[in-house]
């Protein structure tokens, strides 16, 4: 008996020379007491090692930014205000009138608007989540000053986002100026007004 036990124990795969274990068998298949390799053993060994220097590197010693901070240094690279803010001019220039009417500042300003506002309020700002641009009703309000803000704060409730995290005030201004542009066009199929009727001071 005891023999019998012994060399089952011992009992060894011709192919590779390794002993079987005992009582591991599922479906014909039988599990070999064999060694990992040693490529295996040291690529594990040098994970631990790695992963300790991590942790002494990043979490004790602060000396390297963990992957939140990693993320929100890149994200604040694309919400820093490249350009001059518009206010800060030169002492001798004129000042800056708003709405803008430069071509160049308006036309970034469409752009913005067709990337990021017609989803909501159509190409032609006409309307559609989000209120007709183009007539003299508005819920926010309807001077320079007021739009822009919006803009920037947004609606939170209503699904509009707070664009100051997105875009510098230079383009902030471009898209409003862009918007004051829209007002009184005839766009196709207009949604109804909404808010209050705006006049101009």
């Known amino acids: 008996m005891e023999e019998s036990k012994k ?15 005992p ?15 040693s490529w295996l053993n040291i690529l594990f060994v040098i994970t631990l090692i790695f992963g300790y220097a ?5 979490h004790w010693f602060k000396a390297g930014d963990l992957q939140e901070e990693a993320y929100a240094k890149e994200i604040a690279k694309y919400t820093i205000i490249e350009e001059e803010d518009v206010e800060q001019v030169a002492e001798n220039a004129l000042p800056i009138v708003y709405p803008l009417t430069d071509e160049t500042r308006l036309a970034d300003g469409a752009k913005i608007f067709a990337n990021n506002c017609a989803v909501c309020h159509l190409a032609e700002g006409q309307g559609l989540v989000g209120p007709n641009l183009t007539d003299d009703y508005w819920i926010h309000g309807g001077s320079y000053d ?8 947004g609606v939170i409730a209503k699904g509009m ?6 875009l510098s005030k230079k383009k902030i201004d471009n898209v409003a100026s862009y918007i004051f542009t829209l007002r009184g066009t005839n766009p196709p199929n207009p949604k109804a007004p909404e808010g209050e009727l705006y006049k101009a001071e």
């Not at 060399?7 to 274990?21: A, C, G, Q, R, S």
């Open 7 to 21: 060399k089952i124990h011992e009992e060894i795969d011709p192919l590779t020379n390794d002993k079987f274990v």
């Open 146 to 153: 007021e739009v822009k803000t919006l803009i920037m704060n």
């Open 161 to 166: 986002i707070a664009w100051k995290t997105q």
């Open 23 to 37: 009582d591991h068998e599922f479906d014909g298949i039988r599990e070999l007491n064999n060694n990992p390799p």
């Open 54 to 58: 991590y942790l002494v590197n990043y």
